[in-house]
């Protein structure tokens, strides 16, 4: 998809500039000069950056909207129908992506479920997702849980957790459900 209503700006975490200027000439967008390392840090801070590659999604006022866009956006490159990619109250366990080490997530595995039951259960975790936001944004602090249903057996992150989880293989017409919670010291 094009558009032309948002700017995209390249900050490098590189080790030295020349690897920096190889990888943003296959870039199309705007970047920061890697000069600019106190930017950098300071951007990489202000964002609560801790891996790479991170993106953020910024209002035209420099509010916030996604800090953990990258999943979201990555799942919308064809078309950027979901523009400007606003964490929605229940999202698709791939698109969770570095939202999974920075809160307690609750996930529900439903690869083999049918598209009715998907829908209601969905429909069900949206009350509770959208109560949580609420809540969250009342008392000006992020969201402490996070809500995903995976519904593609496909799915790098969806096969990482069912293996570490140990839920086992997908079985048709069934959900499983997991609460995902990773401290700090991994």
């Known amino acids: 998809a094009t558009r032309s209503d948002f700017e995209i700006v390249f ?21 920061l000069p890697y000069s600019n390392r ?3 840090s300071e951007l990489s801070n202000m964002f609560e950056v801790e891996g790479i590659p991170s993106f953020v999604m910024i209002d035209p006022n420099g509010k916030t909207i996604n800090a953990e866009a990258r999943g979201a ?13 606003a964490p929605k109250p229940v999202e698709e366990v791939e698109a969770l992506g570095g939202s999974l080490n920075e809160s307690t ?9 049918t598209a009715e039951s998907v829908k209601e259960t969905t429909a069900e975790l949206e009350q509770h997702a959208k109560k949580a936001m609420a809540e ?23 096969q ?14 069934k959900m499983r459900m997991a609460i995902l919670y990773i401290p700090d010291d991994g």
Request: net charge negative.
């Open 11 to 31: 900050v490098s975490s590189d080790r030295d500039e020349e690897a920096f200027k190889e990888y943003h000439k296959e870039m199309p967008w705007l970047a």
């Open 38 to 40: 106190d930017g950098k």
């Open 73 to 85: 956006v990555s799942s919308d490159l064809e078309e950027g129908k979901n523009f400007p990619w």
């Open 105 to 113: 997530a609750l996930l529900v595995f439903a690869e083999g479920a």
């Open 136 to 158: 969250a944004e009342a008392n000006e602090e992020d969201v402490s849980m996070v809500f995903g249903v995976a519904t593609s057996k496909e799915g790098h992150i969806t």
């Open 160 to 173: 990482q957790i069912r293996k570490l989880c140990k839920l086992g293989e997908v079985e048709e017409g």
